[in-house]
């Protein structure tokens, strides 16, 4: 009899069902969108702004204003260099996939046969490198300067024939050497000298324009530093700081057990910077913090304006389900004061209603989910350029939300059908 009622109450008020699973649909949408947008939403904003550089440099001890508080092991005195076949072990670390790109540097002061000065900067530009774990990868300058406005020319690419005798020179650079794509000049470092042919110019916007960018090996033999870097540009996945990032930056060896695994299991910049130093020898990493810093205050606002959309989608739905809701009581009134004078009692009734809201509630929210996750596919394809990912975390989450959502919207209502009296409803008073 039960469900015999609940169909035929269904069925009657089917316009006003369909209203309060589509007011359901629309706020289980908005929050599954959001939900599986704020999953994804950390790596995504971390890929659009590794765009505009590395987050993490390496540097030799004896470069480092940090130097004096590390202790060389066996008396030795570090260098004023890294050695070039550690730079891929940064890619053998805990957070190994976290790693995005990197490049090292290495730079020499160059003369042109007119005298002019200029700085020569060597590094990476498309390197592809393979693993010992068969993962193979290119990194470089090119990905990690794509800010870089090519003005003439092209980018420089090391596979192509005689890549060890061309170059890119930055405006400024070209300008005070009268350069251009396609120039040849002659250079002389402190080892060695090249006949270079520049195949770009590039506009940075900073201080790179006043120098000039060559293969790694190139500027080696032109300072005679065979094998040695200066410093490794690191773009890294992170995870923005809290107190035991921050304290854990400070002094790795004042966290607990507990403390120290859970810091060094999280992709913080400091833990990042930590495992760097633990593979390449007589080394210091160090975040970038105007990059760190604005990642972390970029995502965390992005963040809270997802939880907040959900939330204000989620109270706007259940104050349209407690209008159709009420509404719906309303007109029943009579209905409803006959089952109490036959002794229906309260909680049954209130039951009753409650199964047809849910049961519209499960289609409304199962409608709702998919439409927001095609919402969020949109959103991810539009605003970042790539799929997000549905994560079966959200669906518990949207599922407790709209039963939560439902049964707050149906509070006043129930609440009305409480003080329903049989003798007002059906004298007509």
Not at 19 to 40: C, E, H, K, N, Q
Not at 131 to 139: H, I, K, Q, R, S
Not at 166 to 186: D, I, N, P, Q, R
């Amino acid at each position: 009899m039960f469900f015999k009622m609940i169909k035929g109450m269904l069925f009657r008020q089917w316009k006003k069902m369909l209203m309060i699973a589509f007011t359901i649909a629309l706020g289980a949408s908005l929050a599954s969108a959001m939900l599986s947008v704020l999953y994804d939403v950390g790596d995504k904003v971390n890929q659009e702004l590794k765009t505009y550089g590395a987050n993490i440099t390496v540097m030799p001890k004896a470069n480092s204003v940090l130097g004096d508080l590390y202790e060389i092991e066996g008396g030795e005195t570090p260098g004023a260099f890294l050695n070039e076949d550690e730079v891929m072990k940064i890619k053998t670390i805990f957070w190994q996939f976290n790693i995005v790109d990197f490049a090292p540097f290495i730079d020499t002061e160059v003369t042109a046969p007119d005298g002019t000065s200029v700085t020569a900067v060597g590094s990476w530009f498309d390197h592809h490198i393979k693993m010992p774990t068969g993962e193979e990868l290119d990194a470089g300058v090119s990905s990690m300067r794509s800010w870089w406005e090519i003005k003439e020319g092209e980018w420089l690419s090391e596979a192509s024939p005689g890549s060890e005798n061309s170059a890119m020179a930055g405006a400024a650079a070209a300008e005070k050497l009268g350069l251009s794509a396609g120039s040849v000049l002659h250079i002389k470092g402190p080892a060695a000298e090249k006949d270079i042919t520049i195949v770009g110019v590039f506009d940075s916007g900073s201080e790179e324009d006043d120098r000039i960018y060559l293969p790694l090996d190139t500027v080696q033999e032109l300072a005679d530093l065979d094998g040695k870097v200066s410093t490794i540009e690191v773009s890294a996945l992170t995870t923005p700081d809290n107190e035991l990032a921050e304290k854990a930056a400070k002094d790795p060896g004042s966290l607990s057990l507990a403390q120290y695994e859970k810091w060094y299991c999280t992709a913080y910049a400091s833990s990042i910077c930590y495992q760097i130093q633990e593979v390449i020898k007589d080394s210091v990493a160090s975040p970038v913090r105007q990059v760190a810093d604005s990642e972390g205050a970029i995502l965390e606002k992005t963040q809270l304006l997802m939880v907040l959309i959900t939330i204000l989608s989620l109270i706007g739905a259940a104050l349209g389900i407690c209008n159709l809701v009420t509404a719906s009581v309303m007109e029943r009134s009579q209905e409803i004061g006959l089952m109490k004078a036959i002794g229906a009692q309260n909680l049954s009734i209130s039951g009753l209603v409650l199964t047809e809201i849910f049961i519209t509630a499960i289609f409304g929210g199962i409608a709702g989910f998919f439409a927001g996750f095609g919402f969020a596919r949109i959103i991810g394809h539009t605003v970042f350029g790539s799929a997000i990912t549905m994560r079966p975390a959200v669906i518990p989450i949207v599922a407790v939300l709209v039963v939560l959502v439902t049964l707050i919207g149906s509070i006043p209502a129930i609440r009305m059908l409480l003080r329903l009296r049989p003798t007002e409803v059906l004298h007509g008073r």
